[in-house]
């Protein structure tokens, strides 16, 4: 059998730090691809995080309840932008099963509402390309296993559809337009919302809340009751997100 000389073998692993990530995306630690201390937050209970994001409050109704695992800040901050924007989609699977962790930690509030669609606030057919993968999709699979770990009956249903525009870098008023054509369209959309009692949405973070409120809107219009949602993080915002036990 040929024995790989040491130059060979060491030759070998620079080249795979070129090709594979072996740094944490959250601190920088070298030859891991994310270390304790960081992969810490991710095993945290959610959070209810609603009151953090002023867009999603319309006077006269009550406020969507919406989980975040953690804040939008620090590591965490740095490691969704990484798993977003900076290939690491060695971290689907990481961020995925943190997601399935905190769908099962909610399921008890959503039991005994029937069948749920879980509803993955699109992304735009660029940026799926871009990142070789429709993020919200992935978490949307996630919440669904979390929920049906929890005992609770759920699908995943790819209802919405958004149109042009981008939301990095946006500012305020340009994330309310883009958020105002997001719509379900007559068709495949449509019926896959058929045979649910009421959705769950899932997007990957949540920042004024404007994407949301116009998901709730746009399912609404179509009579279907968004119970609550959920996303991996949430802007920070002094004073406002608290802590909350699941059963």
């Known amino acids: 059998m040929f024995a790989m000389p040491q130059w060979m073998k060491q030759a070998a692993r ?6 594979v990530p072996v740094w944490c995306p959250g601190c920088g630690a070298r030859d ?4 304790d201390e960081c992969a810490a937050l991710w095993w945290e209970e959610p ?12 006077d006269g109704t009550a406020a969507l309840p919406v989980w975040a695992i953690t804040e939008l ?24 099963g943190a997601m399935t962790r905190a769908a099962h930690a909610v399921a ?29 999709l992935l978490l949307a699979h996630s919440v669904v296993r979390g929920l049906q770990q929890g005992g609770v009956v759920a699908r995943v249903t790819p209802a919405l559809h958004i149109g042009a525009g981008e939301q990095r870098g946006a500012s305020v008023r340009e994330r309310r337009r883009n958020a105002a054509s997001l719509r379900v369209t007559d068709g495949p959309q449509l019926r896959h919302l058929r045979g649910v009692q009421g959705v769950v949405l899932v997007d ?27 996303c991996l ?7 406002t997100s608290k802590k909350v036990t699941v059963a």
């Open 14 to 19: 620079d080249l795979a730090q070129i090709w």
């Open 32 to 35: 891991t691809r994310w270390c």
């Open 47 to 58: 959070l209810r995080s609603e009151s953090a994001a002023g867009r999603l409050h319309v």
């Open 73 to 96: 800040d620090g590591s965490a901050h740095r490691m969704i932008t990484a798993w977003k924007d900076g290939g690491r989609r060695d971290l689907d699977q990481f961020l995925c």
């Open 108 to 136: 008890p509030q959503l039991a005994g509402l029937g069948e749920l669609g879980v509803v993955p606030v699109p992304s735009r057919r660029r940026s799926v390309r871009a990142r070789g993968a429709d993020l919200p």
């Open 204 to 230: 990957d973070v949540l920042t004024t809340g404007a994407t949301m409120a116009a998901s709730v809107k746009a399912l609404e219009v179509r009579f279907i009751t968004v119970y609550a949602a959920l």
């Open 233 to 239: 993080a949430n802007a920070p915002a002094a004073g």
